[in-house]
């Protein structure tokens, strides 16, 4: 496979004025252009999963399943989804109002947004890039598709298949780092939707605001798993460490730390040496389930957290830069100083922090910026309703990780630092979509307007009140009184 060839500069703000030239022409908007793209764009993945797995494994070294669990089986899903549903998501929706206004047909119309940036990640090269294009298409917008460099196998990959499968004349590519990226965020866009890193995420913000263009941010953070004492072991261990070792760590909603209820963590790193020795047997390093890290860059970074941690490295630890590969770690008695928990750690090393009370925790988590998940192993559901009161995040998931990231129905996003809109299913569809308020007026029935003209009247006003507004008495406010 070529090397990556990055747009020339000077291209990039002609090809962005090319497609918002193409919208204003109103090729996207007809529900059967848009269709025939979103069946391009499931062809794209379907007729190339070989070529996408390849890719991949060069990329980051990613199992099979981890793809199509991931990645491309999911974009196809909501490529079908979003054909299947179309027309019901883009119908003109009524919308209840009072007996005046009722005559004048109050309605929303779903219109296209006009031209959008989508800027993908590297840690899921495909669905992070490909799952927003799919509500982008289905919307009637014209797409510029920004892939990851860092993924340089799948950003080759995505490049040559495009055009074959997708009408360039309202999708495009452009390739690049740094340099190019920013010229990019200099064009005129109608919204703009970035995955990645909070610190890149001012910089796309700050270039929007610029130009007051919205955006979808989906950032990540460091998302907490509390495990209470009264948990079924075993089961939580088998399931945290999936969660945390899928992508090999590398995922803005893995499970970035640990907060245990003292007395449980040595049964529960014993229940978790065990599944990872199940999952990837005695010698992870040469197991076809498991994953390399992304680049030197951040093999180096996960090495120096490795080096620095003054909590105890009870499994794994072993890390070989020729080969990318850094062991499935579990570090006991993190302290909350410690380097591990300063940031996200997005790769396959797990702190455990030990609580004396699960409220310790909560305060914790609340002291700090929301993460983009959150998640609670309990059989007491009360405690684990207890936690999620009490807390902030984009997401949050009972006894499991991970698995909201699959259910399409659940909008997927964070808040505050961790993102700012959720998407996926038809979420992505209303991201893409202005809701344009519109009425229609008749021409007739004039002499019962005369009531809203001037000369104003007491009658008039009377009539006007009766036919626009309730009218209710509340009792005095409870707050005030102290009360409640």
Known sequence: MSELTFTPIDDIPKIVQELRATFLTGLTRPLAYRKEQ?????????????????????????????????????????????????????????????????????????????????????????????????????????????????????????????????????VRIINGAAAETTV???????????????????????????????????LGGKSPAFVTKDVDIAVAARRLTFGKLFNTGQACIAPDYLIVERGIEQELVKEMKLAIQEFYGASPQTSQSYGRIVNNNHFHRLKRLLDTTRGEIVVGGDTQEDDLFIAPTIVLDVKLDDPLMESEIFGPILPIWVVDTINEGIEYVNRNDQPLALYVYSHDMKLANHILDNTRSGGAVINDSLIQF???????????????????????????????????????????????????????????????????????????????
């Open 38 to 170: 979103l069946k391009g764009l499931h062809n794209l993945i379907a007729e190339n999963e070989a070529l996408f797995k390849e890719s991949v494994y060069r990329d980051l070294r990613k199992p099979p399943q981890e793809l199509i669990a991931g990645e491309t089986g999911a974009i196809r899903q909501e490529a079908i989804d979003a054909i299947k549903h179309l027309d019901q998501w883009a119908a003109p929706q009524s919308v209840k109002t009072t007996l005046l206004n009722r005559m004048n047909k109050p309605h929303i119309r779903k219109s296209p947004l006009g031209t959008v940036l989508i800027i993908g990640a590297w840690n899921l090269p495909i669905n992070l890039l490909l799952a927003p294009a799919v509500g982008a298409i289905a919307a009637g917008n014209c797409v510029i598709l920004k892939p990851s460099e860092v993924s340089t196998h799948t950003a080759v990959l995505l490049t040559k298949l495009l055009p074959k499968y997708l009408d360039p004349r309202s």
């Open 184 to 218: 990019l965020l200099e064009q005129k866009f109608d919204h703009m939707f970035y995955t990645g890193s909070g610190n890149i995420g001012k910089i796309i913000m700050t270039a929007a605001a610029k130009q007051l263009t919205p955006v979808t941010l989906e």
């Open 406 to 484: 699959m259910v399409t129905a659940l909008p997927f996003g964070g808040t505050g630092p961790s993102g700012i809109g959720s998407y996926h299913g038809k979420r992505t569809f209303d991201i893409f979509s202005h809701e344009r308020a519109t009425l229609v007026k008749n021409l007739g029935m004039q002499k019962a307007l005369t009531i809203s003209y001037p000369p104003y009247t007491e009658k008039k006003t009377s009539w006007l009140e009766w036919l626009l507004f309730d009218k209710v008495k509340f009792s005095d406010n409870a707050i005030l009184k102290g009360k409640l």
